[in-house]
């Protein structure tokens, strides 16, 4: 009996072990995504100025805004690519509903769509583009920003009001 005990208490051990292990690697990503502190700008859409985050490596752009919570009011990121190309973006391991504006070498919003968490739905610009910004849910809508509309920045080679 004893020699039965000792055997399920290893066997626990490692089954314990083994769970810890799983843990911390499915908590990578998570943690990875949490601490990378990104670039940033401010960019002005009319009279509303974005503090937008930059994604300028394929890995930035990979991970996005996913394992977020939250996103405040004029808070984004904006996905800079290093020229203009087919851009699709999803939802995957996004917590927060996004809507993305897809713009071209100038500034100039070509289309925006709407995306809901969690979902691997893709959403493609209606022609190649070199950004995409992605802000709150209707924050596009909600200022009346439409395809054509001019954006301002450092990234589309104008200036945006500090």
């Known amino acids: 009996m004893k020699l039965t005990s000792n055997?399920?208490?290893?066997?626990?051990?490692?089954?314990?072990?083994?769970?810890?292990?799983?843990?911390?690697?499915?908590?990578?990503?998570?943690?990875?995504?949490?601490?990378?502190?990104?670039?940033?700008?401010?960019?002005?859409a009319g009279m509303q100025l974005i503090h937008a985050e930059l994604a300028t490596t394929p890995d930035q752009r990979e991970t996005g805004l996913m394992y977020r919570r939250e996103l405040s009011g004029n808070h984004g990121m904006l996905f800079i690519f290093s020229d203009d190309q087919p851009v699709c973006m999803w939802m995957k391991n996004t917590?927060?509903?996004?809507?993305?504006?897809?713009?071209?070498?100038?500034?100039?919003?070509?289309?925006?769509?709407?995306?809901?968490?969690?979902?691997?739905?893709?959403?493609?610009?209606?022609?190649?583009v070199r950004f995409a910004l992605e802000m709150p849910l209707g924050w596009f809508?909600?200022?009346?920003?439409?395809?054509?509309?001019?954006?301002?920045?450092?990234?589309?080679?104008?200036?945006?009001?500090?």
């Open 95 to 128: 917590f927060i509903p996004l809507s993305v504006a897809f713009i071209d070498d100038q500034g100039r919003i070509t289309n925006i769509a709407d995306m809901k968490p969690q979902t691997l739905d893709s959403h493609c610009a209606v022609q190649n």
């Open 7 to 44: 055997l399920a208490r290893k066997a626990n051990r490692r089954h314990i072990g083994f769970l810890v292990c799983f843990a911390v690697l499915s908590l990578a990503p998570l943690a990875r995504a949490q601490l990378a502190v990104l670039p940033q700008t401010t960019l002005q």
């Open 141 to 162: 809508a909600q200022r009346g920003l439409k395809p054509g509309f001019q954006l301002r920045g450092k990234p589309f080679g104008t200036t945006a009001a500090r």
